[in-house]
T-cell receptor, first 114, second 113 residues
């Protein structure tokens, strides 16, 4: 049973546009929701993360929106750049304040065109 | 953040052999994890490795196939035993840093022929 569903599978956005990736989870015990960015041949890099006590978190061009009642969260990349072209994974864990097992979404391959 | 290195970065192995992957961190960490990422797929947790205790394996992964060592707070190894082509994958270690934050190493790309 996949506990974190991610969409779309792939996304093409023009330079300067907004990229939006959505995730939905089932387990209400999840309390930590990170997003990772992975370039080909590299390990995943932590991009931004949120806890369920806030509805939005922004870091530079990256924003997480969180809807606890709908059990959904999304990543918005503003002013998308060709350098943002990568695979993005959402994840969730039952952290309780410490690092623990991450359940990953299936990934979204983002391509930002000129 | 933590700086994590893995060795080897990639390898090509024959079926029936074993490969040991090393994960080194530049600071002491309590929590270390091993994940598998099959080509073009998402990441799946193999096991959690805490120093001073036995590794905890996820459903579908067993110690005989993936033995793990965690001799100190900066180092861990994962062995892929009696390999078959189905074990061809990227193996990643990650570490728990500050609170829930988890950082990943660069991965070991394994091809089994």
């Amino acid at each position: 049973q996949q506990q974190v569903k991610q969409s779309p599978q792939s996304l093409i956005v023009q330079k300067g546009g907004i990229s939006i990736i959505n995730c939905a989870y089932e387990n209400t015990a999840f309390d930590y929701f990170p997003w990772y960015q992975q370039f080909p041949g590299k390990g995943p890099a932590l991009l931004i993360a949120i806890r369920p006590d806030v509805s939005e978190k922004k870091e530079g061009r990256f924003t997480i929106s969180f809807n606890k009642s709908a059990k959904q969260f999304s990543l918005h990349i503003m002013d998308s750049q060709p350098g943002d072209s990568a695979t993005y994974f959402c994840a969730a864990s039952i952290a309780a304040g410490t690092a623990s097992k991450l359940t990953f979404g299936t990934g979204t391959r983002l391509q930002v065109t000129l | 953040s933590a700086v994590i290195s893995q060795k080897p970065s990639r390898d090509i192995c024959q079926r029936g052999t074993s490969l040991t992957i090393q994960c080194q961190v530049d600071s002491q960490v309590t929590m270390m994890f091993w994940y598998r990422q099959q080509p073009g797929q998402s990441l799946t947790l193999i096991a959690t490795a805490n120093q001073g205790s036995e590794a905890t394996y996820e459903s579908g992964f067993v110690i005989d196939k993936f033995p793990i060592s965690r001799p100190n707070l900066t180092f861990s190894t994962l062995t892929v035993s009696n390999m078959s082509p189905e074990d061809s994958s990227i193996y990643l270690c990650s570490v728990g840093a500050y609170q829930e934050t988890q950082y990943f190493g660069p991965g070991t790309r394994l091809l089994v022929l």
